[in-house]
């Protein structure tokens, strides 16, 4: 059976095919003003990178903060569900997934069945959020994919004082005017990331085994410091991080599917 | 006989002297690195613009930042916290007030008083940039109009658009992307003036504010903030009958008239 993911974030658009349990292809790109428009061009794209046809689709699935211009999907499922389903499926003794996206922290509790027990999320505060990253790492100079290659040269990491994006951002420019290395201040701006993320974790302290999702889990240094200070076994996501939404939303098409609710009336 | 209040802020210093309460000299000034020189430079300027002299000034109170030092320095008697001396400062204006909102570039405070301009109670925002002078600064920018255009342009919208963030990372893409779509400048200046007061209400409403309520510092300019927030306080805001800038100068003025034996 195939069946699509499609997770529409505040920064990023990303969809995923799946064939069964299998990943058959994955596409991410930038939401723009005008996404809406732009699906099914996206959405096309990937089909052709799997080597499918429509009439093979047999369930597409929606998520994301931007799913409702998802016109063409057969249902949209929140995306605390699919990040618990695509941390279950994937790493199977998962207790707690945190997925950092553009504008959010979002931290699910799971049960042993991979259900979803309790969950937090951040959305209010742009501190921690990939947004956030995306801001300073601008000011800096620094795309976020260069992130790691540069902190791995920080000789003094800054610490950084303000928690708001926005007093954070003033702090960043002084510390650049004041000439300091850049390596050094992106390291701040990392453990600064990492502190959010570790500070909601902790709510859920007593689950053992974790892993991290979203686009911000793709920087390494903001991993290793968040496993240094979040107690617990970290697992990685076996996929790209930032896939882990449409994923989910793939496998419970999938699950949708097996249950005969949709995709039994199309061709 | 005179009195001296010096007041040292993050971006600006003031003094201010006082004969019989009334103000006879001021003065505001950029700061310098260190507060204590900024402190003499302050003085030295008030003096110089009066013809007064230092020793006819029989008594000072340092406020702000190093105000400990300032007076440590010998260049004030005394040191009172600076939520004191705005307080006192505000109520001798006006002993009519109760709660002073004060909303700076980088903070907000909002201070409670008793009868008898005692500090009852505050809270302060120094966290958040939401519900500070800097969130209209980012706005003005994202909307590319002065902060000055931002709070008029307002007046004169009829349909404000509705922020669904509060925080001013998101709520700048909110604007851009209200642009983007084509939204009336004054509408979106309108919904950023109304994000503001929110963000102020929810701080001021921590010490249930009493009338009279004086608004001060830089976003009282902004006359959209203003009667959004006296909407939302369903209280009538006032304004101070001096510079906002030098309230606290004044308020510590004011003390150091009471520790010289007039009051």
Known sequence: ?267 | MLFAGIDIGSLTAEAVVIEDGNIVASEIMSVLPNPVDSAKEVMKRTLEKSGIRLEQIKYTVSTGYGREKIQSQGMAQENISEISCHGLGAYTLNPEVRTIIDIGGQDAKVIKMDSSGKLENFVMNDKCAAGTGHFLEVMSRALEVSLDQLGLMSLGSKKPVEMSNRCTIYIETEVIHFLQRGVSKVDIAAGINKAMAERVLALARRVNPEKEVMLTGGVAKNAAVKSELQKMLNIRLVSPKIDPQIIGAFGAAVLAQGKGGIR
């Open chain 1, 1 to 267: 059976m195939i069946t699509m993911g499609c997770d529409i974030g505040s920064l990023f658009t990303k969809a995923v095919i799946l064939n069964g349990d299998d990943l058959i292809a994955s596409r991410i790109r930038k939401t723009t003003g005008n996404i809406a428009d732009e699906m099914d061009g996206f959405l096309k794209a990937l089909m052709l990178e799997a080597g499918i046809e429509r009439s093979e689709l047999r369930c597409l699935a929606g998520t994301g903060s931007g799913a409702s211009l998802l016109k063409r999907a057969d249902f949209i499922e929140d995306t605390i569900n699919c990040i618990s389903a695509a941390s279950a499926f994937n790493i199977p003794e998962v207790q707690l997934a945190i997925d950092i996206g553009g504008q959010s922290i979002t931290s699910v509790l799971l049960n042993e069945e991979g259900e979803v027990v309790n969950f937090m999320r951040n959305d209010k505060c742009a501190a921690g959020s990939g947004r956030f990253l995306e801001v300073m790492s601008d000011k800096l100079n620094v795309k976020i994919e260069d992130i790691d290659k540069v902190v791995s040269r920080a000789a003094r990491p800054m610490e950084m004082s303000a928690q708001c994006g926005v007093f954070a951002e003033s702090e960043v420019i002084t510390h650049v005017n004041e000439g300091e290395d850049t390596a050094d201040i992106i390291a701040g701006v990392c453990t600064s990331v990492a502190n959010m993320v570790v500070a909601q974790g902790r709510r859920f302290a007593a689950a053992d085994h974790y892993t991290i999702t979203g686009g911000v889990a793709r920087v390494n240094s903001i991993i290793k410091i968040i496993r240094e200070k979040l107690n617990g076994t970290y697992h990685g996501f076996p996929h790209d991080p930032q896939l882990a939404a449409a994923f989910g939303a793939a496998l419970l098409a999938q699950s949708e599917l097996v249950r005969g609710w949709y995709g039994a009336e199309r061709k």
